[in-house]
């Protein structure tokens, strides 16, 4: 039985859904997109301001670790791992805050459409 307090957040299935529909969108953010203070991108969408702000705040908690690390900074490889990781993270997050207010306002119309409302 399922208490009130109960959160869906802490469903295993939510947060595998949040990574299996952030993976894609990572991806693509991060090889088609690209880094845009980069002078070579992939794509001309890194120049638009919106797509290199959601970029960058997507990708913060990596591009701090390689500002204050230098052996980040010297293998590019291992940076790009660490970009690519916090850009996953933080994009599966972003997805499950989204899930989350979908089904809070899914429970809340529910509850405010509920027979024993309208008898009250």
Same mark, same amino acid.
């Given at each position: 039985?399922?208490?009130?307090?109960?959160?869906?957040?802490?469903?295993?299935?939510?947060?595998?859904?949040?990574?299996?529909?952030?993976?894609?969108?990572?991806?693509?953010?991060?090889?088609?997109? =690209?880094?845009? $203070?980069?002078? !070579? @991108? /992939?794509?001309?969408?890194?120049?638009?301001?919106?797509? *290199?702000?959601?970029?960058? &705040?997507?990708?913060?908690? =990596?591009?701090? $670790?390689?500002? !204050? @690390? /230098?052996?980040?900074?010297?293998?590019?490889?291992?940076? *790009?791992?660490?970009?690519? &990781?916090?850009?996953?993270?933080?994009?599966?997050?972003?997805?499950?805050?989204?899930?989350?207010?979908?089904?809070?306002?899914?429970?809340?119309?529910?509850?405010?459409?509920?027979?024993?409302?309208?008898?009250?």
């Amino acid at each position: 039985m399922r208490t009130s307090h109960s959160s869906s957040t802490r469903s295993p299935g939510l947060w595998a859904r949040a990574f299996l529909v952030s993976l894609p969108l990572e991806a693509i953010n991060y090889w088609v997109i =690209g880094y845009p $203070a980069d002078t !070579h @991108s /992939v794509s001309r969408a890194a120049q638009y301001a919106a797509v *290199a702000l959601q970029w960058y &705040l997507l990708h913060l908690p =990596g591009i701090i $670790a390689g500002d !204050h @690390s /230098v052996y980040l900074r010297e293998h590019h490889p291992i940076l *790009a791992i660490v970009l690519f &990781l916090t850009g996953l993270i933080d994009t599966a997050l972003v997805i499950l805050l989204i899930l989350w207010l979908a089904g809070l306002a899914r429970r809340t119309l529910r509850k405010l459409s509920s027979p024993q409302k309208q008898t009250a």
